[in-house]
């Protein structure tokens, strides 16, 4: 169906930092379809939040952000739109979804407010017609009793709650792509599953493209068409959701996967969190940057830095690949 | 739309069912409104007593003998012993002090003790107003200007422009205040000859007349005022636009100016409304300086001139009533922080 709604190509990012340039996002490139979902995966600090609101263009302004490579939502190149475009755009164009509700939605403001303000900056409607918007939308992220909620302030709120109406207001202008950046880290564990589920069921009624966020494979597993692995502000592994999840190949990749309980192992096993640390984004390792953590490494992968190298479809950065084709070998419960 | 059942709504309000019904919740809400306002009171009280009790005390030290400016020069001993059992002076400190508060106590401030003998409460009221419009003026002008200030150097923090409103307003501070009052007299008045020195134009005189004579005392008051509220709020700010919802609020495409007077000021006023509160009452009673600069009669003339003749009197009147102005404008204060802060509201209630 004609050109992708977003492509990203060499996106680099750096941060001025007082210890001195930060590299947080690092030559990514990725592409998405209209309606299609995203997944992108990374430990804490790997840049999944910074690569996020770069593709949105929030970085734009920031002084302390040098952004390079490109953007292209929907045929518009980001990064070289003046900040009213900009904010033209978020909104009907894009729409984010953040990790804390507690944080999420302004103290003082009453709920209805957030959705209102969001609607009437984007559409030429009457207050009446914005309210009737923004009960409509509480509806649709599954609030009950929305007339009274709608004057309530955050605080009256659950967690969960709060999630749905920065979902509502993400959602508010019906924006092409939502970017989901860990809407249910700071969640219970009971909360995450009905909003992971909600937000299946929005994008299937909305027909827009998902990036979801998460440092946490199996937050999207199963929810996902294709997978994006980061490490250190590089994207290591990429691939439809299937064949990442059968036959991962990049060695964190696999980590990561063997650490899932409910995939692998008894279930209630601790997950096996990886040894070591990520690496210092100031000053990066020169070879590759797993290198310290890796089970696999060789002498050479401190010294090369491994290239995303792509099979088909998939993508990996890596010199010794761990499963190096895609084999039925690999692929026990594979059915069709 | 489907609309989902929700369970993870455990955390908010609870359940109709299980909670008090809606009228029992209304009557215990109304007696702790009843009992906060009583408290308040009862504390509304006991300020107003140890001030006027306070002021007696220390007037008492003041060697000023309102006798002898009665008197004048060349008096007789007599005359002297007769004008001091004719005031009073010569009973106990304590039974004085209780004259005076049972006549308070029923609104009677009573009338000065040194000619020309005027009513204290007139004196109040004819004082009283000029002092609460520069205070006013002063703070008013002074959120004018430090609320953009602030907000400007809160956005660019750490950029050239906020490095220079951060010096201007240490400067300021750093300052005495009737130093600047001198410079705006200086530059706009003997200088420019735009505005009056050493004049006052009563409310009742015309509004126009009225602001005119006000505004360079007023402006004198904002300067120091302005350059404490720039510093407070600018702070606050840079802490609140950092927080999430202020993303979240650019990230649906609200503008910078929306985002700045709509999302981050009010989070951010909680200490600027106290230093407001404080201001306003300070100023109110201890405007001295600017008013002796611009010889304004205020309550600092008023304070300040009984008090040199030893008119204890008119000095606890006045007192009693800045203390009650001072209370009452911090009672506001508490107040507003519920309306900064909605979840303020529900601890309070
Ligand atoms: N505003 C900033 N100033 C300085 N450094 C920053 C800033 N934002 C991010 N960083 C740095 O950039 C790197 C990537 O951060 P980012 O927030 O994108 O990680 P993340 O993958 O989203 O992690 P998390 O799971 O903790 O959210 C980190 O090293 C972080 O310290
Ligand atoms: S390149 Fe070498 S060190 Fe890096 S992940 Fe692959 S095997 Fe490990
Ligand atoms: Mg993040």
């Known amino acids: 169906m004609g050109r992708p709604l977003l492509v990203v190509e060499n996106l680099s990012a750096v941060i001025t930092t007082g210890r001195g340039p930060l590299t947080a996002v690092d030559g990514v490139s990725l592409s998405l379809d209209r309606g299609e979902v995203l997944g992108i995966v990374g430990e804490s600090g790997s840049g999944k939040s910074v690569l996020a609101r770069t593709i949105m263009g929030l970085h734009c302004s920031d002084p302390r952000f040098a952004l390079s490579g490109t953007v292209k939502l929907d045929g518009r190149d980001v990064l070289g739109l003046e900040p009213s475009q900009l904010r033209a755009m978020w909104g009907p164009e894009v729409g984010m979804v953040f990790q804390d509700p507690m944080t999420a939605l302004n103290p003082v403001k009453r709920v209805g407010t957030h959705l209102v303000e969001a609607v009437r900056k984007h559409q030429q409607v009457t207050r009446r017609d914005a309210v009737g918007q923004a009960l409509d939308l509480l509806d649709m992220v599954g609030i009950p009793d929305p007339r009274r909620r709608i004057n309530q302030f955050p605080h009256q709120l659950s967690g969960g709650m709060r999630q749905r109406v920065v979902i509502a207001m993400a959602l508010a202008n019906r924006p092409k792509l939502l970017i989901a950046d860990e809407p249910t880290t700071a969640l219970d564990v009971t909360v995450q599953r009905q909003i992971l589920d909600l937000l299946d069921r929005l994008r299937g009624e909305l027909g827009m493209a998902v990036i979801m966020i998460s440092h946490d494979l199996g937050v999207v597993a199963g929810r996902t068409d294709r997978v994006a692995v980061m490490y250190g502000g590089e994207i290591v592994e990429t691939a439809d959701a299937r064949s990442l999840f059968d036959a991962p190949r990049h060695p964190y990749a696999s980590a990561l996967l063997a650490a899932i309980p409910s995939l692998k192992g008894a279930p209630h096993q601790r997950l096996a969190a990886i040894d070591g640390t990520p690496p210092d984004l100031v000053m990066p390792p020169s070879g590759c940057r797993f290198a310290a953590r890796c089970d696999a490494v060789h002498d050479d992968c401190r010294v090369q830095p491994p290239q995303l190298i792509f099979d088909g479809t998939h993508g990996t950065a890596c010199h010794y690949p761990v499963n190096p084709l895609i084999s039925t070998a690999s692929n026990t419960s594979g059915d069709t | ?349």
């Open chain 2, 1 to 349: 739309m489907t609309n989902q059942s929700v369970k993870d709504d455990a955390g908010a309000l609870g359940s109709a069912s299980a909670a008090p019904s809606l009228r029992a919740r209304r009557r215990a809400g109304a007696w702790r409104r009843t009992r906060r306002l009583f408290v308040r009171v009862a504390e509304l009280m006991a300020v107003l007593f140890l001030v006027s009790l306070g002021t007696f005390a220390l007037l008492s030290l003041i060697d000023t003998d309102p006798a002898v400016t009665i008197l004048g020069e060349g008096h007789t001993q007599a005359d002297y012993e007769a004008v001091r059992e004719d005031l009073g002076l010569n009973d106990p400190l304590l039974e004085r002090y209780a004259d005076w508060l049972g006549s308070a106590a029923h609104g009677d401030l009573g009338a000065s003790i040194v000619p020309p003998y005027h009513d204290v409460l007139d004196r109040i009221m004819a004082a009283l107003p000029v002092s609460v419009e520069l205070a006013l003026l002063g703070v008013g002008m002074a959120l004018l200007f430090s609320i953009p200030l602030a907000m400007w150097s809160a956005y660019h923090a750490g950029g050239r422009i906020d490095r220079w409103i951060s010096a201007g307003t240490f400067s300021v501070l750093s300052v005495p205040s009737f130093l600047a009052g001198l410079l705006l007299i200086w530059l706009l008045s003997n200088g420019l000859g735009w505005f009056p020195r050493a004049e006052w134009s009563r409310l009742d005189e015309g509004l126009g007349a009225n602001l005119y004579h006000a505004f360079l005392p007023a402006l004198t008051i904002a300067l120091a005022e302005t350059a404490l509220l720039t510093r407070v709020l600018r702070s606050d700010l840079i802490t609140t636009l950092q927080e999430d919802y202020i993303l979240a609020a650019r990230a649906k495409g609200m503008g910078t100016v929306h985002i700045m007077f709509s999302d981050a000021l009010r989070p951010s006023s909680f200490s600027a409304v106290t230093i407001l509160g404080i201001s306003l009452g300070r100023l109110i009673g201890s405007t001295v300086i600017v008013e002796y600069l611009f010889a304004l009669p205020g309550m600092g003339t008023l304070v300040v001139g009984a008090a040199r003749t030893g008119d204890y009197v008119t000095v606890q009147g006045a007192v009693l009533v800045i203390a009650l102005i001072y209370v009452a404008t911090n009672a506001l204060i508490d107040l507003s922080y519920g309306y900064l802060d909605p979840r303020v509201r529900r601890s309070h209630a």
